[in-house]
């Protein structure tokens, strides 16, 4: 049973900080590609950040210079720090798995992120 459980989310002020981590289970997870996405309120789901399996990153834009993804494949792990929080970041942010062969994807059931301005 594949398993995607997200920690970390919060309320913090505008300028803080956060640090959220993926647990995964039920998945080899060296060879997922491993995500972060969000969704706003009256929004569609959109990608945050991206590591691939050989740790290449890629994110949106809008998160440059403030989040960075990372991994820990000893622990099937994967963390977003976030810093210089905006309002515009609150969203509920989650977790995907992608497997690099078989293409099979996986979601976490979210974490809530509030900033306050």
């Known amino acids: 049973q594949v398993q995607l459980v997200e920690s970390g989310g919060g309320l913090v002020q505008a300028g803080g900080s956060l640090r959220l981590s993926c647990a995964a289970s039920?998945?080899?997870?060296?060879?997922?590609?491993m995500g972060w996405y969000r969704q706003a309120p009256g929004k569609q789901r959109e990608l945050v950040a991206r590591?691939?399996?050989?740790?290449?990153?890629n994110g949106a834009d809008s998160v440059k210079g403030r989040f960075t993804i990372s991994r820990d494949n000893t622990k099937n792990t994967v963390y977003l720090q976030m810093n210089s929080l905006k309002p515009e970041d609150t969203a509920v942010y989650y977790c995907?798995?992608?497997?690099?062969?078989?293409?099979?994807?996986?979601w976490g059931r979210g974490t809530q992120v509030t900033i306050s301005s």
């Open positions: 039920g998945i080899i997870f060296r060879v997922n590609i």
């Open positions: 995907n798995s992608h497997h690099s062969i078989t293409g099979a994807d996986y």
């Open positions: 590591i691939s399996t050989g740790g290449t990153t």
